[in-house]
């Protein structure tokens, strides 16, 4: 029987096609936490604001039921700056998953002195806050930048660090036989683009890119 198999039969339900272009993404996430031992703490930033809203994700719901099925003393810690979905993500977790009103990078920052006093780490965090604008994808990189550095001190060579949102970046012009020809090569954009340049500029390594991004090794 594989880890966690109550978990991967949720999962299985919930799947196809209600993830879409997350789906093979959690289940590398799912497959990764299963990997680690013991209790694990998973940070999430931008809760689930919308029951059956899979266009977002349902993510808060995902890591709730897995921290449940796992064990005792896993852990969930969500932070959201609308109480209303604050309100609203409370109804549909269990009490396990603490969920808090705050600006994100307030909230980890605190959050991570806390685990650093008690020499925790963070195995997964997620992040999926400041909603892009695709005409200005600057505001929402920057603030999930802003995020990964106020937890810095609890992320470790381990850490799965997700960013939910970032659809290739890439330069097209047009070609004389009227078809678009790439400049250079595609990068990861959306809310991971800085992110995912200080990634690379540092060596972690990247462990999965589509819809979603993941990297260990920070
Ligand atoms: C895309 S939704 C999160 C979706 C959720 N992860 C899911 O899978 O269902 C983004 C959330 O980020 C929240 N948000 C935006 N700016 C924020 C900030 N500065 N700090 C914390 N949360 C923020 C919004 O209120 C919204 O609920």
């Not at 029951?51 to 808060?60: C, L």
């Not at 709730?64 to 852990?75: A, G, L, T, V």
């Not at 705050?102 to 980890?108: A, F, K, P």
């Not at 605190?110 to 925790?120: A, P, R, T, V, W």
Request: charged share 20%; with cysteine.
């Amino acid at each position: 029987m594989p880890i966690n198999s109550e978990f991967w039969n949720y999962f299985d339900q919930i799947a196809s096609p209600k993830l879409a272009v997350r789906e093979k993404t959690f289940r590398k996430i799912f497959n990764h936490l299963d990997k680690l031992d013991g209790p694990i703490i998973i940070v999430e930033t931008g809760c689930v604001r919308l029951e059956n809203n899979w266009t977002d994700g349902q993510s808060t719901i995902m890591f709730d039921k897995y921290i449940n099925f796992r064990d005792q003393d896993s852990q969930l810690f969500a932070v959201d700056i609308n109480l209303n979905n604050v309100t609203e993500c409370k109804r549909l977790t269990s009490n396990r998953t603490q969920v808090h009103c705050d600006d994100s990078v307030h909230y980890l920052n605190d959050l991570s002195i806390q685990l650093q006093e008690n020499k925790q780490f963070i195995s997964f965090l997620y992040l999926d806050s400041f909603d892009l604008d695709e005409h200005y994808w600057f505001q929402s990189a920057a603030h999930h930048l802003k995020e990964l550095a106020s937890v810095m001190r609890c992320i470790n060579k381990k850490t799965l660090v997700v960013v939910d949102d970032c659809p290739l970046n890439a330069n097209f012009v047009p070609t004389t036989d009227n078809q678009l020809a790439l400049i250079g090569s595609a990068s990861i954009g959306g809310k991971a683009r800085l992110i995912a340049e200080y990634a690379s500029e540092v060596g972690a390594k990247l462990e999965f890119v589509e819809y979603q991004a993941g990297w260990t090794g920070f």
